[in-house]
Structure formats: structure tokens, C-alpha cells
Nanobody
Framework: VQLQAFGGGLVQTGGSLRLSCTAS????????MAWFRQAPGKEREFVAA??????YYADSVKGRFTISRDNAKNTVYLQMTSLNAEDTAVYYC??????????????????WGQGTEVTVSS
């Protein structure tokens, strides 16, 4: 089982990026898939998740980020818009079998990608 995340980079405040996470060894449509992020000196935090067709977002990204899934490509995306300095972090994709009450819990996910770095400059 492997998750590969990519798409990070340097972007200016107000810009957009799309992160991708491609899975091998399991089918993303059969799992809950999520994005977490970790800023320097901070704990890894929940960003967004998709499970059984429902999507979930952290309050800090709601309305700016969109998580989606392409079953044919076995890939999950995170479209990020209106980026600001607080979005600077390493972004990790994750897969697992969370239930609704644990969708935002890091320990609910078994599989993790290697992380892709997003830097937002002013």
C-alpha cells in the first residue's frame, strides 16, 4: 500500500494550488481519504476528508479548499484557493476507515503519504 502526494510548491498570497494523492495497493473509493497538514513547530492537523460521498473540512479552510476524488485514476485531490501564510505547511494525504465521529482524527487513518510542501509568500 502506498500513497504518493505531489503538487506542492511556492505560491503568493491569494494564489491557488492543487494537490494530488495517488494510491496504489488499495482503492480510494473504498476508504475514507483525508488531507492533514503540519506547519513548522505545530502538530499535524486535519484539513479535509472525503468518505462515502460526503466531504468534511476544517473551519480554517472551509470555503477555500475543496477535496475531491477521481475513482478512475485512484487519486484524491485538494484544490486550494485564496491561500495565505497560515496555509504554509507540509500536506499529507491519508487513507483509512474512519467513522463519522473520527473523520478528523489522525489516528483513524492507517496509510500516509510522504507529504508535499506548500509555502505561501506575501
Amino acid at each position: 500500500v502506498q500513497l504518493q502526494a505531489f503538487g506542492g510548491g511556492l505560491v503568493q498570497t491569494g494564489g491557488s494550488l492543487r494537490l494530488s494523492c495517488t494510491a496504489s495497493g488499495f482503492t480510494v473509493s473504498n476508504y475514507g481519504m483525508a488531507w492533514f497538514r503540519q506547519a513548522p513547530g505545530k502538530e499535524r492537523e486535519f484539513v479535509a476528508a472525503i468518505r462515502l460521498g460526503s466531504t468534511y473540512y476544517a473551519d480554517s479552510v472551509k470555503g477555500r479548499f475543496t477535496i475531491s476524488r477521481d475513482n478512475a485514476k485512484n487519486t484524491v485531490y485538494l484544490q486550494m484557493t485564496s491561500l495565505n501564510a497560515e496555509d504554509t505547511a507540509v500536506y499529507y494525504c491519508a487513507g483509512g476507515r474512519p467513522i463519522t465521529s473520527t473523520i478528523r482524527v489522525r489516528d483513524a487513518y492507517n496509510y500516509w503519504g510522504q507529504g508535499t510542501e506548500v509555502t505561501v509568500s506575501s
